[in-house]
């Protein structure tokens, strides 16, 4: 039985369940891990930037839009088609982290993890909104919290929207961690009759 999750941080939609794959397969199959230190620099090989849109990962492919249609469609009540853009696997080795960020030019963004260990780097979602006052509650929950924290676990997949900031703790096990990471927009008609726009996927 699937355990999916959809939990509201920071009002935004974060999604949390586990697909059937080989992850050990997949980490053997990956020719160019991209370092923490490499994302957002002009280390942009294309095969680099679009690993799902080769043939070997054809079925990790349709794995994914698989539970991504149960979020955009069941959870989120969307009736737009989507399109992965980009999909690249990050290599997160001993000692290093991801600084916070967001990504640009997508709608929702997601995570798979393919290879984790205890203490290899949780995920933290980070609420940057003005809150006009600092104030510390007796009790931290999801209206009051300013960080969100995500246990990496193999299989595990995240769906969030592409605007929330995040970062990745320091990896402080023995062992490299290996994820997929990729973004989506959507696709077909976008707004009303008022301000119409279209985006067509060549897929």
């Known amino acids: 039985?699937?355990?999916?999750?959809?939990t509201p941080v920071f009002g935004s939609a974060i999604y949390c369940s586990e697909i059937d794959i080989d992850e050990k397969k997949i980490v053997s199959l990956i020719d160019a891990p991209i370092k923490s230190s490499q994302v957002g620099t002009e280390y942009r090989g294309k095969d680099s930037y679009y690993v799902l849109e080769q043939k070997k990962f054809k079925s990790l492919k349709n794995a994914i839009l698989k539970e991504f249609h149960h979020y955009a469609s069941e959870?989120?009540?969307?009736?737009?088609?989507?399109?992965?853009?980009?999909?690249?696997?990050?290599?997160?080795?001993?000692?290093?982290?991801?600084?916070?960020?967001?990504?640009?030019n997508c709608?929702?963004?997601?995570?798979?993890?393919?290879?984790t260990y205890?203490?290899?780097?949780?995920?933290?979602?980070?609420?940057?909104?003005?809150?006009?006052?600092?104030?510390?509650?007796?009790q931290?929950?999801?209206?009051?919290?300013?960080?969100?924290?995500?246990?990496?676990?193999?299989?595990?997949?995240?769906?969030?929207?592409?605007?929330?900031?995040?970062e990745i703790e320091e990896n402080k096990s023995?062992?490299?961690?290996?994820?997929?990471?990729?973004?989506?927009?959507?696709?077909?008609t976008l707004g009303d009759i008022t301000s119409d726009s279209h985006l067509v996927s060549k897929y």
Not at 107 to 115: C, Q, R, W
Not at 156 to 164: A, D, K, N, T, Y
Not at 174 to 188: D, K, Q
Request: proline share 6%; no cysteine; net charge positive.
């Open 140 to 166: 931290y929950n999801l209206y009051n919290s300013k960080d969100w924290v995500y246990k990496p676990t193999n299989k595990m997949i995240l769906f969030f929207p592409s605007s929330l900031y995040h």
């Open 107 to 115: 709608f929702i963004s997601g995570v798979l993890y393919l290879k």
């Open 1 to 6: 039985m699937i355990q999916r999750t959809t």
């Open 75 to 104: 959870v989120l009540q969307y009736s737009n088609k989507f399109k992965i853009t980009t999909s690249w696997f990050p290599q997160l080795d001993k000692g290093e982290q991801g600084q916070p960020h967001n990504h640009n």
């Open 118 to 138: 205890e203490n290899s780097g949780d995920i933290v979602f980070k609420d940057y909104r003005d809150s006009r006052f600092m104030l510390f509650p007796k």
């Open 174 to 188: 023995e062992y490299t961690r290996h994820s997929l990471a990729f973004n989506f927009i959507p696709i077909g």
